[in-house]
């Protein structure tokens, strides 16, 4: 099975596609998907990619966006997953552009300490492309869909506790925030009664099981989405610990990012998309002038670490979106880093 590949650039320079089967052998069955990337041409043209340049893909996954990059110029990239699979893929790539291409296993949550054991302190671009992939969510051995049944797993890595470990062992009240702050359900409380209720019986253990026992206590909604996906979603982001990971590694990007390097992150939901713009707002906007008829608190200078490039987030064409739904709910947003040191609170 061949992941779709990105045109070769401007010149000419062909990037190879990936034949998935070959890494088979090193991280288990290999499921036929095909991992469509997201606002690809969007990314690219924010990061801007210049010969001799060196760039992060932070989030691989199946290398549509280091494809991109590599095919745009005559640069380097580090690429970065926590998936052992799509870091096998990444070394297949890496042996075709001989050169071009470092590839990393770890959480972009490190991504500074990855870089600097290896001699990297600075880089013109990073892209984040965050969440799961394809080859995710069509494995059913990975316990990511509530479509298929499959083992309660949930992990992107091979470590950590499996999202069965924290529906069998977390208290109902743990259970309820995270699936209400994560998830956004309203039904938070009634989720976790019913499977604390459930765990009583048998271990939750396979993702059937899980969506049935979500869909006992929420109605569908009109919007034909399933009733189970946001308790999914929530259970995805505890087990990867996703929030902490986009804080940190957004961190670690205005840390790595030269001046006039290029950000680019695309999230797929509200909360990730808010850490973002948030991160952003902090960091490119001057704070509001004080009020005249407040008492004058003392107003903190505060250096400028990034220029937005967009003040909103860029979404999907509707083309993009007919050719890959899985692009609707994507918002890229970008910014160039300035030359202001970091400060170390913000
Ligand atoms: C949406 S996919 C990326 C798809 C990629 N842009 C492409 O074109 O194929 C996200 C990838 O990021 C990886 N990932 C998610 N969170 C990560 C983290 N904190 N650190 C490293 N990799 C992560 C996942 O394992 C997955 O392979």
Request: hydrophobic fraction near 45%.
């Amino acid at each position: 099975m061949i992941i779709r590949s990105h045109a070769a650039g401007p010149d000419g320079r062909a990037v190879p596609a990936l034949p998935l089967a070959a890494v088979a052998d090193r991280s288990g069955p290999v499921v036929p998907v095909v991992h469509l990337p997201v606002m690809a041409a969007e990314v690219l043209a924010a990061l801007a990619p210049r010969d001799g340049g060196v760039y992060v893909d932070a989030t691989f996954g199946a290398g549509g966006y280091t494809r991109a990059i590599l095919a745009a110029a005559d640069c380097r990239v580090w690429a970065v997953d926590r998936d052992p699979r799509a870091v096998a893929l990444a070394g297949i790539l890496a042996s075709a552009v001989p050169g071009r291409l470092q590839v990393v296993e770890g959480c972009f949550g490190d991504l500074e300490a990855l870089l600097a054991e290896r001699g990297v302190a600075g880089v013109d671009g990073i892209a984040f492309d965050l969440g799961v992939s394809s080859a995710h969510l069509d494995d059913a051995g990975r316990g990511f869909s509530f479509r298929a049944d499959g083992p309660l797993d949930m992990r992107m890595g091979g470590d950590g506790e499996t999202a069965a470990d924290l529906v069998n062992r977390l208290p109902e009240s743990a259970l309820a925030k995270i699936i209400f702050e994560y998830g956004e359900e309203r039904r938070a409380r009634r989720v976790a009664a019913a499977l604390v209720a459930a765990r009583a019986e048998a271990p939750i253990d396979r993702t059937g099981r899980l969506a049935t026992i979500v869909r006992s206590v929420v109605p569908s909604a009109h919007d034909g989405i399933d009733p189970a996906t946001r308790t999914f979603q929530a259970l995805r982001m505890a087990v990867n610990d996703e929030p902490g990971e986009l804080s940190r590694g957004l961190a670690a990007a205005e840390r790595l990012l030269a001046p006039g390097g290029r950000l680019a992150v695309v999230a797929f939901h509200s909360l990730e998309d808010r850490v973002v713009k948030e991160f952003l707002r902090q960091r490119a906007e001057a704070p509001p002038a004080p009020s005249r008829h407040l008492p004058m608190a003392p107003v903190v200078p505060r250096a400028m670490t990034f220029r937005l490039l967009e003040r909103r987030p860029l979404v999907p064409g509707r083309a993009e979106i007919e050719a890959n739904p899985r692009s609707r709910s994507a918002r890229l947003r970008i910014a160039e880093r300035t030359a202001a040191p970091v400060q170390s609170k913000s």
